[in-house]
């Protein structure tokens, strides 16, 4: 069974600055695929960033990138240039196959302060 | 856009009450997915099915049930509630092959007092 591990519950960052969430994942799995969601107070579940294991290049979404270091099965989400809207709950999420469920982390809130 | 919808936003039952709660998705997907999510826990596994009338127990099926008697509809059944059950409860779907992301609805509160 696959595990993922967010390590920190609680984090807040000054809007404009850099923010690093971190995920650690364990698999015996060589190809799979990675997630970070966000869910605001509204609930919404939104996917931020996703990332395939087979390829070796970060993905990046306009401020959001990850650093994903795959033999240290690790996969950290980076915010760049933080608005009061990044204001969330951050869900790390492994998915062994395409069509497969999600295994989520226990998530890390984020607050985002003027 | 995708769009999944779930029945209630909130919904307030009482214990040893049957409980319905309803997922509808409007883009053919073929996988439907139940999660309950708590806090300090994430997000858990319920059920999840890849066909009509086809179904598969997740992480934590125990006092819970479900149905797919049409592509576009999922619905989760509590047949005896219990406080233990009080939760968020989360819908997604997605296709079975082409974009592996998942799609999920608005979320429903479930209190059993």
């Known amino acids: 069974a696959q595990t993922v591990t967010q390590s920190q519950p609680e984090m807040s960052v000054q809007e404009a600055e850099t923010v690093t969430l971190s995920c650690t994942y364990d698999?015996?799995?060589?190809?799979?695929?990675l997630f970070w969601y966000k869910q605001p107070p509204s609930r919404q579940m939104i996917l931020v960033i996703r990332?395939?294991?087979?390829?070796?290049q970060n993905a990046t979404e306009n401020r959001f990138s990850v650093n994903f270091q795959k033999a240290a099965k690790s996969f950290s989400l980076k915010i760049s240039d933080s608005q009061l809207g990044d204001t969330a709950m951050y869900f790390c999420a492994f998915m062994k196959l395409p069509g497969y469920a999600l295994n989520f982390g226990k998530g890390t809130s984020l607050l985002v302060t003027p | 856009d995708v769009k999944v919808t779930q029945s209630s936003r909130y919904l307030v039952k009482r214990t040893g009450e049957k409980v319905f709660l309803e997922c509808v998705q409007d883009m053919d997907h073929e996988n439907m997915f139940w999660y309950r999510q708590d806090p300090g826990l994430g997000l858990r596994l319920i059920y999840f099915s890849y066909d009509v009338k086809m179904k598969e127990k997740g992480d934590i099926p125990e006092g819970y049930s479900v149905s797919r008697e049409k592509k576009e509809r999922f619905s989760l059944i509590l047949e005896s509630a219990s406080t233990n059950q009080t939760s968020m409860y989360l819908c997604a779907s997605s296709r079975e092959t082409g974009t592996i992301n998942q799609y999920f609805g608005p979320g429903t509160r479930l209190t059993v007092l």
């Open positions: 698999t015996s799995e060589s190809n799979y695929y």
């Open positions: 990332q395939e294991a087979y390829k070796q």
